[in-house]
């Protein structure tokens, strides 16, 4: 590529990264430079879920950085191998070429992969069970996967498809949101092509359904759905399924489709506890190309604790903040970037506060405290704070614990058993922690 050219592409790609760091993957870097031609720019993705996943979410935010650079509007197209010249194609093409046809009405996300995916005590039982039917379709019939929004329920329904057409390249899968599901049926109704619709949706090898629990009594489309769900399980086709809900809770569910749903494997998400909170946050940090130091990651996994579409709002704050500051991410930021004001909400004691005080007090380091090392000098400020954080923040014993590397509630109880028995006992340890108590109230009162 000419040197022109290739400082054009560095340019788009940097605007892109700075302007919309919610799209940015570390994987844009392998994107081909085609030129333009006649007002149009081409981009080479080889990677048929890359593509698609561009030229669903992507085109704006690339046509954005190419009139950024250039100065004038262009129109971004994202090409095959194969098919530098055939702009206009879709899927077909890539049939065509082929690779593996997903009958997908929403576009997979290339980036929700098992690999991505970060196991845990909350999502051990829905990771194994999908992990099963992705290796084997047909293992449990159906998959049905609950748990509360935000959860990683979309991103476990598509890693899902991801395995099984990289596994089975030829598999007719389907994989659609039930809003989607509906809105085709009810425009089939309309047009009278409701044979059309299902034979669509009754030939394929695999039926993946997000959000279930949107299934609506209305014009009997549970009704349909019901027939479309046993023709697929009589033929032994996998279907996959996810809710916000149990099946029996789900407001409005007929009971013959409460019923097929429980005849499979059922697995809840929990919400993810603290460790796991922070390998997300480290993986999708990574992802984005973000260098995050460890404190940081800590910080905003004790703040983002139920919703792990927050730490996606998070991280992006966070990238926004570091181009605007132009330096790197720290600990500071993060604190920014969770929607604190410095040193925590008015009145609020954070962890930070607390170790700041403790570390410096005892002259100790927050690794230390955060590492297995079991010296004395070591415990007894690692007890301190986990003491102090019981009595002055609203955080649990296990989120407490959690951020001591992982260590268990219990060991947080033994800690602060520890600590009252020693103030009992030693008068001058208890004379240091009525100082550290009072420098942690003067936060309370800014
Ligand atoms: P839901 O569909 O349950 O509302 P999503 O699957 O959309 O939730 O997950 C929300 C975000 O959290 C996504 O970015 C997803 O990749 C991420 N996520 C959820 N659980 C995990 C996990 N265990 N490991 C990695 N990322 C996760
Ligand atoms: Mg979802």
């Given at each position: 590529?000419?040197?022109?050219?290739?400082?054009?592409?560095?340019?788009?790609?940097?605007?892109v990264?700075?302007?919309?760091?919610?799209?940015?993957?570390?994987?844009?870097?392998?994107?081909?430079?085609?030129?333009?031609?006649?007002?149009?720019?081409?981009?080479?993705?080889?990677?048929?879920?890359?593509?698609?996943?561009?030229?669903?979410?992507?085109?704006e935010?690339?046509?954005d950085?190419?009139?950024?650079?250039?100065?004038?509007?262009?129109?971004?197209?994202?090409?095959?191998?194969?098919?530098?010249?055939?702009?206009?194609?879709?899927?077909?093409?890539?049939?065509?070429?082929?690779?593996?046809?997903?009958?997908?009405?929403?576009?997979?996300?290339?980036?929700?992969?098992?690999?991505?995916?970060?196991?845990?005590?909350?999502?051990?039982?829905?990771?194994?069970?999908?992990?099963?039917?992705?290796?084997?379709?047909?293992?449990?019939?159906?998959?049905?996967?609950?748990?509360?929004?935000?959860?990683?329920k979309?991103h476990l329904?598509?890693a899902t498809c991801?395995?099984?057409?990289?596994?089975?390249p030829?598999?007719?899968?389907?994989?659609v949101?039930?809003?989607?599901?509906?809105t085709?049926?009810?425009?089939?109704?309309?047009?009278?092509?409701?044979?059309?619709?299902?034979?669509?949706?009754?030939?394929?090898?695999v039926?993946v359904?997000?959000?279930?629990?949107?299934?609506?009594?209305?014009?009997?489309?549970?009704?349909?759905?019901?027939?479309?769900?046993?023709?697929?399980?009589?033929a032994g086709?996998?279907?996959?399924?996810?809710?916000?809900a149990?099946?029996?809770?789900?407001?409005?569910?007929?009971?013959?489709?409460?019923s097929?749903?429980?005849?499979?494997?059922?697995?809840?998400l929990?919400?993810p506890?603290?460790?796991?909170?922070?390998?997300i946050?480290?993986?999708?940090?990574?992802?984005?190309?973000?260098?995050?130091?460890?404190?940081?990651?800590?910080?905003?996994?004790?703040?983002?604790e139920?919703?792990?579409?927050?730490?996606?709002?998070?991280l992006?704050?966070?990238?926004?903040?570091?181009r605007?500051?132009?330096?790197?991410?720290?600990?500071?930021m993060?604190?920014?970037?969770?929607?604190?004001?410095?040193g925590?909400?008015?009145?609020?004691?954070?962890?930070?506060?607390?170790?700041?005080a403790?570390?410096?007090?005892?002259n100790?380091?927050?690794?230390d405290?955060?590492?297995?090392?079991?010296?004395?000098?070591i415990?007894v400020?690692?007890?301190?704070c986990?003491?102090?954080?019981?009595?002055?923040?609203?955080h649990?014993?296990?989120?407490?614990?959690?951020?001591?590397?992982?260590?268990?509630?219990?060991?947080?109880?033994?800690?602060?058993?520890?600590?009252?028995?020693?103030?009992?006992?030693?008068?001058?340890?208890?004379e240091?922690?009525?100082?550290?108590?009072?420098?942690?109230?003067?936060?309370?009162?800014?």
């Amino acid at each position: 590529m000419p040197d022109s050219d290739a400082r054009l592409w560095a340019q788009m790609l940097a605007h892109v990264q700075a302007h919309h760091p919610g799209l940015w993957r570390h994987w844009f870097d392998q994107i081909g430079w085609l030129g333009f031609h006649g007002g149009v720019l081409r981009l080479r993705v080889s990677e048929p879920l890359q593509r698609n996943y561009l030229r669903s979410n992507g085109t704006e935010a690339f046509e954005d950085a190419a009139r950024h650079v250039t100065g004038h509007l262009v129109t971004v197209r994202f090409v095959g191998d194969g098919d530098e010249e055939d702009f206009a194609q879709g899927l077909s093409g890539a049939a065509r070429n082929g690779h593996a046809v997903t009958r997908s009405d929403l576009v997979l996300d290339p980036d929700n992969t098992f690999e991505n995916f970060v196991e845990g005590p909350g999502n051990r039982l829905a990771h194994a069970a999908a992990l099963g039917v992705a290796e084997k379709p047909g293992s449990y019939n159906p998959l049905f996967i609950y748990g509360r929004v935000g959860l990683g329920k979309t991103h476990l329904l598509q890693a899902t498809c991801l395995r099984i057409l990289q596994n089975h390249p030829g598999t007719t899968l389907s994989y659609v949101s039930c809003e989607e599901y509906m809105t085709q049926y009810f425009a089939a109704m309309q047009t009278g092509e409701l044979m059309a619709f299902r034979q669509k949706f009754r030939e394929v090898g695999v039926l993946v359904i997000d959000d279930i629990h949107f299934l609506t009594k209305r014009e009997r489309s549970q009704e349909e759905f019901f027939h479309t769900f046993n023709s697929l399980f009589v033929a032994g086709k996998q279907i996959i399924l996810s809710s916000d809900a149990a099946p029996e809770v789900i407001p409005d569910l007929e009971a013959r489709l409460i019923s097929r749903f429980k005849q499979g494997m059922v697995a809840e998400l929990e919400p993810p506890d603290f460790e796991t909170r922070a390998a997300i946050i480290r993986q999708k940090a990574k992802l984005r190309g973000l260098a995050l130091p460890e404190d940081a990651v800590l910080h905003i996994a004790t703040c983002v604790e139920n919703n792990i579409r927050e730490i996606e709002g998070t991280l992006t704050s966070l990238q926004l903040l570091a181009r605007v500051e132009k330096r790197a991410p720290d600990l500071a930021m993060a604190r920014a970037a969770v929607g604190e004001p410095q040193g925590g909400h008015l009145g609020e004691v954070t962890f930070h506060i607390i170790t700041s005080a403790v570390t410096e007090f005892f002259n100790a380091k927050l690794t230390d405290l955060q590492s297995k090392k079991r010296h004395r000098s070591i415990t007894v400020p690692r007890q301190v704070c986990m003491y102090l954080m019981k009595h002055n923040t609203r955080h649990s014993l296990q989120e407490i614990g959690g951020y001591f590397g992982g260590r268990d509630h219990t060991t947080v109880i033994h800690a602060i058993e520890k600590v009252q028995e020693l103030r009992s006992t030693d008068p001058t340890f208890d004379e240091q922690l009525k100082k550290l108590q009072e420098q942690i109230n003067k936060h309370k009162r800014l």
